[in-house]
């Protein structure tokens, strides 16, 4: 018993000292769990705003919000370059109640494959972009079919409804949404508006999501711009050029239509081999040759060197100077100063140069535009050359009257010509004719802006008549329109290469306007390379003739019958009664039906046979009249109009065969 009483003494220390231990131990772990939620309580209470600070400064990032690029319309409203409404979308799973219905949703909404099906129900958390942009259409759907856990965000697109319609005018966009070429480049400040900024995101995979109201500022969509470039104008010159090309196996060539007196650019088509894309007709100057010559011209008459009647031996076609010999492709005795003009002649126009002094020659030049950019907003334009006379060598004066040893582009050219047909005033070309904000105000309007008066009205007045008689009488016979009186000249220049001239390279040129007294229209035709016939006024005259009459026709301009004294020209305000041909304006009272006619055999659109020259009436129903009128105006054929609109009928049916100066009636 003693023994057992000493054994619980003994153990007795072991036990407290157990005892302690456990005290100690749990002490530790109050302790230790008292700094842990200490340290909790502290971060969460007292230093919970430095923290959730920290937090967002990691995951959170403000993200640009595009604003909606500007649109490009040609001077009717008809849209060239607009902003598709294009959204990219995203699934956030643990948003939404039934993952496998909202994805069953999506499917049937964008045609997904099983593949893009799969990736979307393995998805857990975060965000999941689906797999293609989507339109505002299919956005609406899904929000309607989805309503939660599905969010959109805005992407820039470009659209172009009328297809390549003046496409290297309008120019590209990149795919960061800035312009990169054309006027898309040059107007990019206006068109590409003020971005807005918003929050986002980043999850535990790094991946940015945007924030259903993490919306700080809003985009301000950029102006819209409305050009001088008639949409069907356009479509002439357009496909005026590619004929051209197809018919003269041409390897590049302009097409430009100009309204004189406002410098509007009314259409421009342009292209060169090894080009595509660009615009040369504003970037690529070359040697105008004789299509120059009525610039020397004005000269003379304007400081009085000479007359028109005045006369100039021609030298049997080959002059000899100390320096070079010219020849001419007619030899010719003895020709008045118009007649100089009128049939092209190099060493009439060599010649008369002799009469002026080169600073003379040089300052009428400069004052038609050559030697600098004429300021049209695009980008790269090219000023062409003119080198002041202290460069000029002994063959310069000569070379200049006959159009070489200056280069010019199709614009520049077409702006000179301009001041002619504008009793001597020299307008700025314009592209440009209004810029409007989102809210459809006008922010900018196009005022014809002249540059200069190079010549008096009266010395203006002589140049047309002398270009007048080169389409009637001379170089340009092809150009004619025996109902309407059409001025201009033609060219025919060497093409230089690598320092030189390379033998069968020309660039064939017409620029004429019409009507000669009053003109409204000015079209400038260029070819480059030409095969088979390469002079102006073979393979340009007939191309400008047939643009020209299409694009009166087109904007409802009635070009009257033969008998027309070329006084006056009535245009057709479409929308409204149009006017009858000849010339009188109708009366208020008046009603259809109206005629719209044409003069002029188109030769290449018509077939002999025993009852003469006829042509087949196409099928036109379901053009517009404007188009109908124009496509019957090319074939040589009068209109009676008894309805606007499209066409839904005609008189006589498709297939018939017509003959010059037939009436068709369309209703």
Do not use: C
Not at 81 to 101: C, F, I, K, N
Not at 243 to 248: I, N, Q, V, W
Not at 252 to 280: C, F, H, K, N, Y
Not at 601 to 623: F, H, I, K, N, Y
Request: proline content about 6%.
């Amino acid at each position: 018993m003693n023994g057992s009483a000493d054994r619980g003494r003994g153990d007795a220390p072991g036990s407290r000292t157990h005892r302690w231990r456990l005290r100690i131990v749990g002490i530790g772990f109050v302790l230790l769990a008292a700094v842990y939620v200490g340290r909790g309580v502290h971060l969460q209470v007292v230093e919970q705003e430095k923290w959730s600070q920290k937090v967002q400064e990691q995951s959170a990032r403000q993200v640009e919000l595009p604003a909606e690029r500007g649109g490009i319309f040609d001077r009717d409203g008809r849209p060239l370059a607009v902003s598709d409404q294009v959204y990219r979308g995203y699934l956030a799973p643990r948003e939404v109640r039934d993952q496998e219905r909202a994805v069953t949703a999506i499917r049937r909404v964008l045609g997904l494959s099983s593949r893009e099906v799969s990736k979307l129900r393995r998805a857990e958390s975060g965000w999941v972009a689906l797999p293609r942009r989507l339109s505002a259409s299919e956005r609406d759907r899904l929000e309607a079919a989805v309503r939660q856990g599905v969010y959109f965000e805005h992407v820039p697109s470009r659209n172009h409804p009328e297809g390549g319609l003046a496409s290297p005018v309008v120019g590209n966009v990149g795919a960061d949404g800035r312009g990169q070429s054309g006027l898309e480049l040059a107007l990019d400040s206006l068109l590409v508006g003020e971005p807005g900024r918003a929050m986002s995101r980043r999850d535990a995979r790094g991946e940015l999501y945007p924030l259903p109201d993490g919306k700080i500022a809003s985009a301000r969509p950029g102006h819209d711009v409305h050009l001088t470039l008639d949409g069907e104008l356009q479509t002439i010159a357009q496909n005026a050029l590619d004929d051209a090309l197809k018919e003269t196996g041409a390897s590049g060539g302009d097409i430009l239509i100009m309204d004189p007196e406002t410098g509007d650019l009314l259409a421009v088509a342009s292209r060169r081999s090894g080009e595509p894309g660009g615009l040369p007709a504003f970037t690529s100057p070359y040697e105008p040759g004789s299509t120059a010559k009525p610039f020397l011209l004005s000269a003379l008459l304007a400081e009085e060197r000479v007359s028109l009647d005045d006369s100039v031996y021609a030298e049997d076609g080959v002059y000899r100077t100390e320096h070079r010999t010219i020849r001419d492709v007619h030899p010719m005795d003895t020709i008045t100063v118009r007649g100089v003009i009128r049939e092209s002649s190099n060493i009439g126009a060599a010649k008369l140069a002799e009469k002026l002094d080169p600073g003379v020659q040089y300052s009428y030049l400069r004052d038609f535009g050559f030697g600098t950019p004429t300021g049209i907003t695009f980008p790269s334009e090219s000023g062409g050359r003119l080198r002041r006379p202290e460069e000029w060598s002994a063959l310069s004066q000569a070379s200049l009257a006959m159009g070489y040893e200056i280069s010019v582009t199709s614009l520049q050219l077409a702006a000179a010509y301009s001041a002619l047909a504008n009793d001597g005033v020299l307008m700025r070309p314009h592209l440009v004719e209004e810029v409007r904000n989102a809210s459809g105000e006008v922010v900018y309007r196009r005022e014809p802006t002249s540059v200069r008066r190079v010549l008096s009205e009266e010395v203006a007045s002589h140049l047309r008549s002398v270009l007048r008689s080169v389409v009637e009488e001379g170089t340009a016979t092809r150009a004619s329109m025996t109902s309407l009186p059409l001025a201009g000249k033609t060219g025919t220049a060497r093409l230089a290469s690598s320092g030189g001239y390379r033998d069968r390279r020309y660039a064939a040129s017409f620029v004429g306007f019409a009507p000669a007294k009053d003109p409204k229209l000015l079209v400038l035709t260029k070819l480059e390379d030409p095969q088979g016939d390469y002079y102006g006024g073979l393979t340009a005259a007939p191309v400008s003739r047939m643009t020209l009459q299409a694009a009166l026709s087109s904007r409802g301009t009635v070009i009257p019958g033969d008998s027309w004294s070329g006084e006056s020209l009535h245009r057709v305000e479409w929308g409204g009664p149009p006017a009858r041909a000849g010339r009188g304006a109708p009366s208020a009272g008046d009603s259809g039906p109206y005629v719209l006619a044409v003069g002029g055999e188109q030769p290449d659109r018509w077939s002999g046979g025993d009852e003469g020259q006829t042509a087949v009436l196409p099928d036109l129903s379901g053009m517009t009249v404007r188009g109908a009128v124009a496509r019957l105006h090319e074939l040589g054929l009068q209109v009676e109009l008894r309805s606007g609109g499209e066409v839904r009928s005609q008189r006589p049916a498709p297939g018939t065969r017509m003959a010059p100066g037939d009436t068709v009636v369309l209703h």
